[in-house]
Protein backbone atom coordinates (compact mmCIF):
# COMPACT_ATOMS: atom_id res chain seq x y z
CA UNK A 1 0.00 0.00 0.00
CA UNK A 2 1.38 3.19 -0.90
CA UNK A 3 2.26 6.01 1.60
CA UNK A 4 -0.07 9.56 1.11
CA UNK A 5 1.42 12.65 0.63
CA UNK A 6 0.94 15.08 3.72
CA UNK A 7 -0.92 18.48 3.03
CA UNK A 8 1.51 21.15 4.33
CA UNK A 9 -0.15 24.79 5.28
CA UNK A 10 2.08 26.68 2.62
CA UNK A 11 2.23 30.35 5.26
CA UNK A 12 4.71 32.90 3.61
CA UNK A 13 7.24 32.15 6.69
CA UNK A 14 6.69 28.10 6.60
CA UNK A 15 7.24 28.18 2.30
CA UNK A 16 10.35 30.45 2.73
CA UNK A 17 12.09 27.99 4.98
CA UNK A 18 10.70 25.06 3.10
CA UNK A 19 12.41 26.55 -0.11
CA UNK A 20 15.60 26.96 2.13
CA UNK A 21 15.42 23.49 3.76
CA UNK A 22 14.35 22.03 -0.13
CA UNK A 23 17.73 23.24 -1.57
CA UNK A 24 20.29 21.78 1.64
CA UNK A 25 18.33 18.89 1.38
CA UNK A 26 18.77 17.77 -2.06
CA UNK A 27 22.05 19.09 -3.09
CA UNK A 28 23.37 17.25 0.58
CA UNK A 29 21.25 14.28 -1.10
CA UNK A 30 23.41 14.64 -4.31
CA UNK A 31 26.63 14.89 -2.62
CA UNK A 32 26.12 12.40 -0.83
CA UNK A 33 26.00 10.23 -4.09
CA UNK A 34 29.56 10.60 -4.39
CA UNK A 35 30.38 8.45 -1.10
CA UNK A 36 33.28 5.85 -2.19
CA UNK A 37 33.15 7.07 -5.59
CA UNK A 38 35.16 10.35 -5.21
CA UNK A 39 38.56 10.82 -7.10
CA UNK A 40 40.95 10.68 -3.89
CA UNK A 41 39.98 9.00 -0.09
CA UNK A 42 40.50 13.04 1.44
CA UNK A 43 37.94 14.22 -1.18
CA UNK A 44 35.81 11.10 -0.92
CA UNK A 45 35.44 12.29 3.06
CA UNK A 46 34.84 16.07 2.00
CA UNK A 47 32.08 15.93 -0.27
CA UNK A 48 30.14 13.18 2.48
CA UNK A 49 31.09 15.85 5.31
CA UNK A 50 29.77 19.00 3.03
CA UNK A 51 26.22 16.74 2.29
CA UNK A 52 26.05 16.39 5.90
CA UNK A 53 26.47 20.17 6.54
CA UNK A 54 23.76 21.07 4.13
CA UNK A 55 21.84 18.27 5.63
CA UNK A 56 22.13 19.25 8.98
CA UNK A 57 20.99 22.88 7.97
CA UNK A 58 17.80 21.40 6.22
CA UNK A 59 17.05 19.21 9.71
CA UNK A 60 16.65 22.43 11.49
CA UNK A 61 14.83 24.58 8.99
CA UNK A 62 12.42 21.23 8.30
CA UNK A 63 11.70 21.36 11.76
CA UNK A 64 11.36 25.41 12.26
CA UNK A 65 9.00 24.84 9.00
CA UNK A 66 7.32 22.46 11.16
CA UNK A 67 6.94 24.50 14.37
CA UNK A 68 5.31 27.67 12.55
CA UNK A 69 3.18 25.47 10.57
CA UNK A 70 1.73 24.05 14.18
CA UNK A 71 0.05 20.50 12.83
CA UNK A 72 0.95 17.43 12.90
CA UNK A 73 4.00 17.72 10.64
CA UNK A 74 7.77 17.29 11.95
CA UNK A 75 11.01 17.15 9.90
CA UNK A 76 10.84 13.87 8.73
CA UNK A 77 7.56 13.82 7.27
CA UNK A 78 8.44 17.08 5.44
CA UNK A 79 11.46 15.51 4.08
CA UNK A 80 9.90 12.49 3.15
CA UNK A 81 6.57 12.59 2.21
CA UNK A 82 5.99 15.08 0.04
CA UNK A 83 5.07 14.64 -3.63
CA UNK A 84 7.58 16.12 -6.37
CA UNK A 85 5.76 19.16 -6.92
CA UNK A 86 6.01 20.34 -3.06
CA UNK A 87 9.39 20.50 -3.58
CA UNK A 88 10.82 24.32 -3.81
CA UNK A 89 14.44 23.82 -3.72
CA UNK A 90 16.21 25.51 -7.01
CA UNK A 91 16.77 23.86 -9.92
CA UNK A 92 20.56 24.09 -10.00
CA UNK A 93 20.78 21.31 -6.90
CA UNK A 94 18.80 18.72 -8.52
CA UNK A 95 20.65 18.35 -11.28
CA UNK A 96 22.82 15.11 -11.72
CA UNK A 97 26.40 14.93 -10.23
CA UNK A 98 27.74 13.92 -14.15
CA UNK A 99 31.84 13.91 -13.77
CA UNK A 100 33.82 15.47 -10.97
CA UNK A 101 34.04 18.80 -12.85
CA UNK A 102 30.04 19.20 -13.00
CA UNK A 103 29.56 18.60 -9.73
CA UNK A 104 32.29 20.93 -7.99
CA UNK A 105 30.52 23.79 -10.73
CA UNK A 106 27.00 23.18 -9.23
CA UNK A 107 28.63 23.19 -6.01
CA UNK A 108 30.73 26.63 -6.31
CA UNK A 109 27.78 28.41 -7.80
CA UNK A 110 25.56 27.53 -4.69
CA UNK A 111 28.16 27.84 -2.37
CA UNK A 112 28.77 31.10 -3.25
CA UNK A 113 25.74 32.26 -3.21
CA UNK A 114 24.58 30.58 0.14
CA UNK A 115 27.62 32.24 2.24
CA UNK A 116 26.66 35.78 1.51
CA UNK A 117 22.65 34.58 2.12
CA UNK A 118 23.36 32.84 5.46
CA UNK A 119 25.91 36.16 6.46
CA UNK A 120 23.01 38.72 5.42
CA UNK A 121 20.45 36.75 7.17
CA UNK A 122 22.06 36.62 10.90
CA UNK A 123 20.63 39.78 10.78
CA UNK A 124 17.07 38.78 10.07
CA UNK A 125 14.18 40.19 12.97
CA UNK A 126 13.39 36.24 13.16
CA UNK A 127 15.58 34.76 15.88
CA UNK A 128 15.08 31.64 15.01
CA UNK A 129 16.32 31.78 11.32
CA UNK A 130 19.44 34.17 12.35
CA UNK A 131 20.64 31.71 14.91
CA UNK A 132 20.50 29.20 11.52
CA UNK A 133 22.32 31.52 9.58
CA UNK A 134 24.67 31.61 12.34
CA UNK A 135 25.64 28.42 12.41
CA UNK A 136 25.28 27.85 8.54
CA UNK A 137 27.29 30.60 7.22
CA UNK A 138 30.24 28.88 9.10
CA UNK A 139 29.68 25.62 7.06
CA UNK A 140 29.03 27.76 3.88
CA UNK A 141 32.25 29.41 4.15
CA UNK A 142 34.48 26.50 3.81
CA UNK A 143 32.19 25.18 1.03
CA UNK A 144 32.87 28.12 -1.15
CA UNK A 145 36.48 27.70 -0.08
CA UNK A 146 37.04 24.14 -1.03
CA UNK A 147 35.01 24.54 -4.22
CA UNK A 148 36.63 27.42 -5.38
CA UNK A 149 40.24 25.66 -4.79
CA UNK A 150 38.79 22.80 -7.00
CA UNK A 151 37.40 25.25 -10.17
CA UNK A 152 41.16 27.10 -10.19
CA UNK A 153 42.66 23.39 -10.08
CA UNK A 154 40.41 21.92 -12.58
CA UNK A 155 40.22 25.14 -15.22
CA UNK A 156 44.32 25.48 -14.97
CA UNK A 157 44.93 21.89 -15.08
CA UNK A 158 45.34 19.61 -17.83
CA UNK A 159 43.51 20.10 -20.97
CA UNK A 160 40.44 18.04 -20.17
CA UNK A 161 39.77 19.26 -16.99
CA UNK A 162 39.53 22.44 -18.55
CA UNK A 163 37.10 21.30 -21.01
CA UNK A 164 35.64 19.55 -18.75
CA UNK A 165 35.22 22.70 -16.40
CA UNK A 166 34.05 24.70 -18.64
CA UNK A 167 31.66 22.35 -20.01
CA UNK A 168 29.81 22.23 -16.45
CA UNK A 169 29.70 26.10 -16.42
CA UNK A 170 28.52 26.53 -19.84
CA UNK A 171 25.53 24.03 -18.96
CA UNK A 172 24.78 25.02 -15.32
CA UNK A 173 24.86 29.04 -15.92
CA UNK A 174 21.16 29.51 -16.85
CA UNK A 175 20.55 27.79 -13.54
CA UNK A 176 22.15 30.44 -11.38
CA UNK A 177 19.48 33.17 -11.93
CA UNK A 178 17.18 31.51 -9.87
CA UNK A 179 18.49 32.02 -6.90
CA UNK A 180 17.81 35.77 -7.18
CA UNK A 181 14.47 35.87 -8.00
CA UNK A 182 11.86 37.25 -5.26
CA UNK A 183 8.32 36.41 -5.75
CA UNK A 184 4.57 38.32 -3.41
CA UNK A 185 5.17 35.71 -0.92
CA UNK A 186 8.64 36.67 -0.14
CA UNK A 187 8.63 40.35 -0.48
CA UNK A 188 6.01 40.47 2.34
CA UNK A 189 9.00 38.83 4.30
CA UNK A 190 11.76 40.59 2.96
CA UNK A 191 9.77 44.12 4.04
CA UNK A 192 9.49 42.79 7.42
CA UNK A 193 12.87 41.89 7.85
CA UNK A 194 12.62 38.37 8.57
CA UNK A 195 14.49 37.77 5.02
CA UNK A 196 16.73 39.44 3.09
CA UNK A 197 16.21 40.11 -0.82
CA UNK A 198 18.59 37.77 -2.60
CA UNK A 199 18.72 40.21 -5.63
CA UNK A 200 21.20 42.48 -3.20
CA UNK A 201 23.78 40.01 -3.15
CA UNK A 202 24.39 39.34 -7.32
CA UNK A 203 26.50 41.84 -8.26
CA UNK A 204 28.71 40.50 -5.07
CA UNK A 205 28.07 36.93 -6.06
CA UNK A 206 29.24 37.55 -9.75
CA UNK A 207 32.68 39.22 -8.54
CA UNK A 208 33.29 36.27 -6.62
CA UNK A 209 32.48 34.07 -9.22
CA UNK A 210 34.29 35.91 -11.84
CA UNK A 211 37.48 36.33 -9.65
CA UNK A 212 37.60 31.95 -9.47
CA UNK A 213 36.76 31.75 -12.89
CA UNK A 214 39.29 34.06 -14.34
CA UNK A 215 42.00 32.52 -12.00
CA UNK A 216 41.07 29.36 -13.68
CA UNK A 217 40.99 30.68 -17.24
CA UNK A 218 37.58 29.86 -17.80
CA UNK A 219 34.83 32.16 -19.23
CA UNK A 220 31.24 32.47 -18.47
CA UNK A 221 28.44 31.95 -20.73
CA UNK A 222 27.01 35.92 -21.71
CA UNK A 223 23.85 34.66 -22.43
CA UNK A 224 21.59 36.25 -19.70
CA UNK A 225 19.23 33.63 -20.23
CA UNK A 226 17.46 31.84 -16.94
CA UNK A 227 15.86 28.37 -16.02
CA UNK A 228 13.20 29.27 -13.54
CA UNK A 229 10.44 26.90 -11.57
CA UNK A 230 11.74 25.59 -8.79
CA UNK A 231 10.43 28.01 -6.75
CA UNK A 232 6.72 26.42 -7.46
CA UNK A 233 7.34 23.75 -7.89
CA UNK A 234 8.05 23.02 -11.62
CA UNK A 235 11.03 20.78 -11.80
CA UNK A 236 13.54 19.23 -14.22
CA UNK A 237 12.83 15.29 -14.94
CA UNK A 238 15.25 14.59 -12.53
CA UNK A 239 13.88 15.57 -9.85
CA UNK A 240 11.60 12.60 -9.26
CA UNK A 241 14.69 9.72 -9.73
CA UNK A 242 16.05 11.67 -7.05
CA UNK A 243 13.24 11.73 -4.79
CA UNK A 244 12.34 8.01 -5.61
CA UNK A 245 15.43 7.14 -3.78
CA UNK A 246 15.53 9.08 -1.26
CA UNK A 247 11.91 8.88 0.04
CA UNK A 248 12.30 4.52 -0.83
CA UNK A 249 12.84 3.25 2.98
CA UNK A 250 9.96 6.08 4.37
CA UNK A 251 7.91 4.86 1.33
CA UNK A 252 8.19 0.96 2.43
CA UNK A 253 8.25 1.18 5.62
CA UNK A 254 6.11 4.14 7.23
CA UNK A 255 6.91 5.44 10.41
CA UNK A 256 9.94 3.68 10.53
CA UNK A 257 12.58 5.08 13.33
CA UNK A 258 15.96 3.71 14.14
Known amino acids: ?35 GHA ?7 ALSNIALDLIGQARELYSYAAKVEGKDNDEDKLAYLRDVRQYRN ?17 Q ?31 ESAYHVRHSSEWIVRLGDGT ?18 GEMFAVDDSERGLIDAGIAIDPATLK ?3 LTTVTGIINEATLLLPKSDWMQQGG ?21 TFPGLTW
Open 1 to 35: MGTANIQVSETPLVLYTLRRADDALILGHRLSEWC
Open 39 to 45: PMLEEDM
Open 90 to 106: LLLVEQPNGDFARTMVR
Open 108 to 138: FFYAAFADLYWRAMMASSDPTLAAIAAKSEK
Open 159 to 176: EESHRRAQGAIDDLWAYT
Open 203 to 205: SRW
Open 231 to 251: RTGRHSEHLGHLLSELQSTQR
